[in-house]
């Protein structure tokens, strides 16, 4: 039996730069919600609205998660350089990411806590107020939407250009839904943005129905289903980003090209795979830990090395051959 780890970790993939763009915009857009905020808490207590009031509160749960993916990047730049990270502080932002989705389902309780709230003990509603005041918010958010957009479309063309060199990677993206590009923690921003974006688009709708017609049911259902919808996309940032943190890579296609690797590479029946671990420890990078059974007294794991080489997304590897004589 002969094992030999491989570490082929580059300087670029030990110390990830991160992503500069995104942090700057989910700082930006933290700033701003929380000036959001305390408007709309402030009119709110001059004017003695109450919808004006949970809106600020509710604005305050978004600057906070916001707030923590802008932590996220910082703390991972900052400890870029601890070697104690063996394969980078890139999911510290990963972890901003998942802490966010969570803080937003805890938005959509309150949400539908305050709803029921209202439709149960209805109250008078300054429409106008309201509307003007949501208008302002829908106006925000969309500016903000626009900042962690560019920031998107910046750090995807950077990962692009300094991560995936080689074609195959990009066919892996397609398979895979394209979640090397997607970086978690400035999707969980996102969300945020356009759940707050989302909800104020009904609330306005429902404000206007409830104003002209008299519906005061109106506002507390549609915020209902707004918290429905919100609910969703948090349900699919948990599930991404639970995927990196708990290491649930076995079915991306780097599997199954790491296995074809090796069955092409002991076209005679040299060589099967035994046990395979695969896990992302970068945006786009992976380590495997493989235990390879030959009847090749000659194969070596320095020769499995070269089977994988093509793969340059894997950066660590750790083989285990184990030689079985005769077939």
């Known amino acids: 039996m002969h094992a030999t780890n491989i570490s082929p970790w580059q300087h670029e993939h030990r110390f990830d730069s991160g992503n500069p763009a995104a942090q700057r915009g989910t700082t930006l857009v933290a700033w701003i919600t929380v000036i959001m905020m305390v408007v709309e808490i402030a009119v709110g207590l001059i004017s003695n609205s109450m919808a004006l009031l949970a809106d600020g509160f509710h604005m305050s749960s978004h600057a906070v998660a916001i707030g923590l993916s802008a932590f996220a990047y910082s703390a991972a730049r900052k400890h870029a350089q601890d070697r104690r990270f063996a394969f980078s502080t890139w999911k510290m932002e990963v972890l901003g990411g998942f802490a966010s989705a969570v803080f937003l389902l805890g938005v959509v309780g309150l949400m539908i806590y305050s709803a029921i709230e209202r439709l149960l003990t209805p109250v008078a509603i300054q429409f106008g107020t309201a509307i003007l005041i949501g208008g302002i918010?829908?106006?925000?958010?969309?500016?903000?939407?626009?900042?962690?957009?560019?920031?998107?479309?910046?750090?995807?063309?950077?990962?692009?250009?300094?991560?995936?060199?080689?074609?195959?990677?990009?066919?892996?993206?397609?398979?895979?839904?394209?979640?090397?590009?997607?970086?978690?923690?400035?999707?969980?921003?996102?969300?945020?943005?356009?759940?707050?974006?989302?909800?104020?688009?009904?609330?306005?709708?429902?404000?206007?129905?409830?104003?002209?017609?008299?519906?005061?049911?109106?506002?507390?259902?549609?915020?209902?289903?707004?918290?429905?919808?919100?609910?969703?996309?948090?349900?699919?940032l948990l599930?991404?980003?639970?995927?990196?943190?708990?290491?649930?890579?076995?079915?991306?296609?780097?599997?199954?090209?790491?296995?074809?690797?090796?069955?092409?590479?002991?076209?005679?029946?040299?060589?099967?795979?035994?046990?395979?671990?695969?896990?992302?420890?970068?945006?786009?990078?992976?380590?495997?830990?493989?235990?390879?059974?030959?009847?090749?007294?000659?194969?070596?794991?320095?020769t499995v090395r070269g089977w994988l080489a093509q793969h340059e997304e894997i950066v660590h590897s750790t083989i285990e051959v184990q030689h079985c004589p005769g077939h």
């Open 137 to 236: 918010g829908l106006a925000v958010n969309i500016v903000c939407a626009l900042i962690l957009g560019k920031a998107h479309h910046h750090g995807h063309g950077h990962g692009h250009a300094h991560e995936h060199g080689h074609e195959h990677v990009h066919g892996d993206d397609a398979g895979h839904g394209g979640q090397e590009h997607h970086d978690l923690n400035l999707k969980s921003a996102y969300v945020h943005v356009l759940a707050d974006a989302g909800t104020s688009v009904l609330a306005i709708l429902a404000l206007a129905g409830g104003w002209m017609f008299g519906w005061a049911w109106l506002d507390p259902v549609v915020a209902i289903v707004g918290a429905v919808v919100v609910a969703l996309w948090a349900r699919r």
């Open 239 to 302: 599930i991404d980003t639970s995927a990196v943190l708990l290491d649930r890579e076995m079915d991306h296609p780097v599997v199954d090209e790491i296995r074809e690797a090796i069955v092409e590479g002991g076209r005679n029946g040299e060589a099967a795979v035994a046990d395979l671990h695969v896990w992302r420890v970068g945006r786009a990078s992976y380590s495997c830990a493989v235990t390879v059974v030959t009847h090749d007294e000659t194969l070596s794991a320095d």
